[in-house]
């Protein structure tokens, strides 16, 4: 029997195999990534623990993977002594260390990879990961993803000044990094989160100028609901930020009006906290190609489960925010736990018993209407010329226009009376389409600022129930990293060799006239097929 | 013509990517009743995900191509971001001279080619580095934005009363005496006079029931995007075994490389996933252009396109069912779409192209094909 036949610039055979490999990856060492990655090596399993920080300045300066907000102090700039604090904000991480765990701080993974639907000539399932000089590929059996949630921006007149911020980019520089260069904060919303942000802040000394909420009752639970009251902490109910105006170095003070109308609050501050809400950081998963779906309970998109914690794809786990917000720290732990259990024991290996604990999420709210509401609330507040995104300078207005870009100048007769409604009456709206017409959400952000605003935005204008929204999809590298960085400068024999511009077939480009005479066999044998134009 | 009923149209285009919505807008400038059909949105799969290109001295309809992409934001009455001239730089001997072997290629079309040395390349490629050996400039081809141009083609068919149903997938072909008479949908059946089949990886499996083999392998191939640079003069630089090109925006788009063969179910890609194929890119890009080398790479995407067995496009009208005009660009659709529509407006009203021989475009050149050729050539899914 013969060997059978394999073009020789199709990809099969040209991914070399990966630098390294690991049992079980865990990406993220926060609560739940950590509390999985210490008891997959408690149970004698090879462990790669995977988290970006500390990240660097230009990282932080995109606003990725949190929003900072340009609120950093100069000590981000100097990495080995970020990298000092994040290990003393992070005790669990010694832990890790004396454990064997091979740990891997300020490494991001910017992609992963599975043979799948449309992709089958992989070496095996990977991890692509980076530091600030190289990326490399790490080879695993199990994946857990434990990247947390990221912040929700909803933008109002002003916002896209420095100063602004979430609620989760606060927190890391007021903790992990120890490195918050505001001093007097107004905090938009008013659930848990923005609660135990104006909690934090007081306890590291900083003033909190206002609590703002649209709805007209405070959001958050009981218990830090009183503490807050307790704090002196005052609730501005039914109220929304109007403005917020500053100077070189960013906000200075916003205004806040009444939502049923009435004079403005003017309050001094030099940051304003987005605290609405989070976003579970899906864009890995998406990658990974594990299947999503929106659910109002749990935050926005989240993986779709098979088992407790097991996503559509059987390698890959998953545990604490990126899962499902409104885990408790403890019950995130616990979640960690659980995804070690699961993946230790589809990989046969015998797991310690967890202890039982309540994972369970105390009655979900619906997040999203709770952003929607704050949606509405805020695009009554400024016109059509208020930002949407931030990167690509997309309007309120030109986003619900449909509107080209400002580098293409003014539009054409036609183009000017095409806009959301137009496009709406072929087909549902989809946010991926808008964005290639728009640009809204092309930036280098790689939307983490815009992606839920333009699609609480267009559902807002065009009436629709945000489900019927497909997600914006994410694509490798899910963090922005530099061409230098990214490249695979040690690249595989078998891949330079077979590498040709398209498909290297010399008969697609033998000139029309030319088939069929000797000019095409000379062709093909000087050129081969690097004949693409 | 009979079809012009809600239910049907004079004709039906099956697939709204850019070769099927040219088509149809080329039909509407003619007055016809035209109804293009599509599995999803318009311009959603290889249409919208390629390299832009503009430039296909191979083709037949590189004359036509040449003369209408100035004139198409115009035409069309939406932008499609064109923009003339390519700069290929070379840098290795190699490369150098396959470009400069392509540049007499080109002349003997009749179109202006400059050969550039190493100074003369990288003046001209801000972005070029030390290492740029030479290159090529090409005065004619181009590039333009995929996504923009696919909308135009569809708003402005729409704006001359074609119609379009998105989410639409045709599920067969019903054919009545020698010709196809309607196309069935789950969104209903529509009627036509006459058919033009565009319909990319799945054209074949469509086509098939009615006894026509049109042999196809569908492959994944990837592209990778910058954030944006400041602008080149001119953005339609490439080399370095890659095509694409630096955007209106400034972002630098480029994609090459292994490509992946595989199956398409008669509903199109299912996924349509990157790989670490991202990092091989990457890294050509850079030497590409060293001096955007720290450039942030955004973004990195995958489209699915269809190859024929010599890599040429079909482009006929059948004998049976007559009324039935199949187009497949075999992966190098976008550039030649403007060309494409005007050919296959004049096959379905005239039954002959008005302005080129399409006569190696036929689709009985792969009549003695023998049934396992995707297996011969290694054209098939990894296994």
Partial sequence: ???????????????????????????????????????????????????????????????????????????????????????????????????????????????????????????????????????????????????????????????????????????????????????????????????????????????????VETRDAPQGSADLTAQAAAAGLEILTGHVIARAEGGIN??????????????????????????????????????????????????????????????????????????????????????????????????????????????????????????????????????????VCQCEEVTREALLAVRQPAYLGPPSNSMGVRDLRSLAIDGPINQDQIKRLTRACMGVCQARRCREQVALTLAVAADVPVETIPLAGYRAPVRPLPLKVLAAWDEAAAMSSGWDVWFGIPTQWTPYADIGTDREGRHAEILGGDMHL | MTGSSKNGASVVVVGGGVTGLSAAWWLARSGVDVLVLDKGVV??????????????????????????????????????????????????????????????????????????????????????????????HVFFGGHANPQRTVQAYAWALQDLGGRILQHAPATRLVSEGGKVRAVETPRGTFSCDALVVAAGPQ????????????????????????????????????????????????????????????????????????????????????ELLPKAAHLRVIRSWAGVVENTPDGRPVIDRLTSPENVTVATMSGVGFGLSPATGHAIRDLVLDGVCSFADLAKLSLARFADLPQNWRDARGWTPAS
């Fill in chain 2, 43 to 136: 311009g959603w799969e290889a249409s919208g995900r390629n390299g832009g290109g503009a430039s296909h001295y191979q083709s037949p309809l590189f004359h036509e191509e040449q003369r209408l992409w100035p004139q198409m934001d115009e035409l069309l009455g939406y932008s499609t971001e064109y923009r003339r001239e390519r700069l290929i730089v070379a840098i290795t001997p190699t490369q150098l001279r396959h470009y400069q072997y392509m540049a007499d290629m080109h002349g003997e079309l009749g179109y202006r080619v400059d050969k550039l040395d190493a100074c003369q390349i990288r003046e001209a490629v801000p972005l070029a580095g030390e290492n740029a050996l030479g290159g090529i």
């Fill in chain 1, 250 to 387: 960013g906000v200075e003070r916003v205004w806040l009006a009444p939502v049923a109308g009435g004079a403005d609050r003017v309050i001094d501050c030099d940051t304003v906290c987005l605290a609405i809400g989070l976003v579970p950081a899906i864009e890995l998963l998406d990658v990974l190609g594990a299947k999503l779906a929106l659910d109002r309970g749990r935050g926005g998109h989240v993986p779709v489960l098979t088992e407790e914690v097991r996503t559509s794809r059987p390698e890959v786990f998953v545990a604490g925010d990126v899962a499902g917000l409104g885990l408790s720290v403890d019950a995130a732990k616990a979640q960690g736990r659980m995804a070690a259990r699961a993946a230790l024991e589809s990989l046969g290996i015998a797991a310690t018993p967890a202890t039982p604990s309540n994972t369970t999420v105390p009655a979900p709210a619906d997040a999203l209407a709770y952003q929607t509401d704050w949606v509405r609330a805020l695009l009554r507040q400024g016109d059509g010329s208020v930002i």
């Fill in chain 2, 203 to 286: 054209s074949g499996q469509l086509l098939e029931p009615l006894g026509v083999r049109l042999p196809l392998a569908p492959a994944r191939a990837e592209m990778i995007v910058t954030e944006p640079a400041p602008l080149m003069a001119v953005g339609g630089v490439d080399g370095n075994g890659l095509y694409g090109r630096q955007t209106l925006r400034g972002n630098l788009a480029y994609g090459g490389g292994p490509h992946e063969w595989m199956d398409v179910g008669p509903t199109g890609p299912v996924a349509r996933p990157s790989t670490p194929l991202l990092r091989n890119l990457a890294k050509r890009v850079a």
């Fill in chain 1, 1 to 211: 029997m013969t060997e059978p036949v394999r073009d020789p610039h199709a990809i099969d055979g040209k991914f070399p195999a990966p630098e390294s490999m690991a049992q079980i990856v865990v990406i993220g060492a926060g609560p739940a990534g950590l509390a999985a990655a210490l008891d997959c090596a408690r149970a004698g399993a090879q462990v790669l623990l995977v988290d970006e920080n500390p990240v660097s300045a230009s990282l932080m300066a995109d606003d990725a993977p949190l929003y900072f907000g340009q609120r950093m102090t100069g000590a981000v700039q100097t990495k080995a002594r970020m990298i000092e604090q994040v290990f003393a904000a992070n005790p669990g991480l010694e832990e890790a260390f004396e454990l064997g765990i091979d740990v891997a701080l300020g490494a991001y993974a910017w992609g992963g990879f599975l043979n799948g639907e449309g992709v089958r000539a992989l070496p095996g399932p990977v991890v692509g990961l980076a530091d600030e000089d190289h990326s490399w590929m790490v080879g695993f059996e199990r994946l857990i993803v434990a990247s947390g949630a990221r912040d929700l921006a909803l933008g109002f007149p002003g916002w896209d000044q420095p100063g602004v911020m979430g609620a989760n980019g606060l927190h890391a520089l007021l903790t992990t990094y120890d490195a918050f260069a505001g001093r007097r904060i107004v905090i938009l919303g008013s659930g848990d989160l923005a609660l135990s942000t104006a909690l934090l802040a007081l306890a590291r000394g900083l003033e909190v100028g206002a609590i």
